[in-house]
Nanobody
Framework: QVQLVESGGGLVQAGGSLRLSCAAS????????MGWFRRTPGKEREFVAA????????DYSVSVKGRFTISRDNAKNTVYLQMNSLKPEDTAVYYC????????????????????WGQGTQVTVSS
């Protein structure tokens, strides 16, 4: 079992930045691919970014590519999502997820491939 706890969400003005963190505990010695997803009311959960456990490959949704960066610190069992140039449409609850059933070249965007999920952190971008 792996427990994931997100932090770093909050209220920010459009054009601003936030960095989300996802701390993992439990069976963190295993090799987990980490992903970030988000959900807004009335919409399905949306893929945002992911990084293969080896660190060799990352993937981003078209809507965030060039603005968001995923990274991980294996020594701290933590994955980050640096979000720059935030837009009101980025407003959502952001979730991190972990899974083992990934090839190095993905795909990483399918939420059903992830085994563990955090409880989410709210990000609100004001215009």
């Amino acid at each position: 079992q792996v427990q994931l706890v997100e932090s770093g969400g909050g209220l920010v003005q459009a054009g601003g930045s936030l960095r989300l963190s996802c701390a993992a505990s439990g069976r963190t010695s295993s090799r987990y691919t980490m992903g970030w997803f988000r959900r807004t009311p009335g919409k399905e959960r949306e893929f945002v970014a992911a990084m293969h456990w080896s660190g060799t490959n990352t993937d981003y949704s078209v809507s965030v590519k060039g603005r968001f960066t995923i990274s991980r610190d294996n020594a701290k069992n933590t994955v980050y999502l640096q979000m720059n140039s935030l837009k009101p449409e980025d407003t959502a609850v952001y979730y991190c997820a972990a899974g083992q059933r990934f090839y190095s070249n993905g795909p990483f965007y399918r939420d059903y491939d992830y085994d563990y999920w955090g409880q989410g952190t709210q990000v609100t971008v004001s215009s």
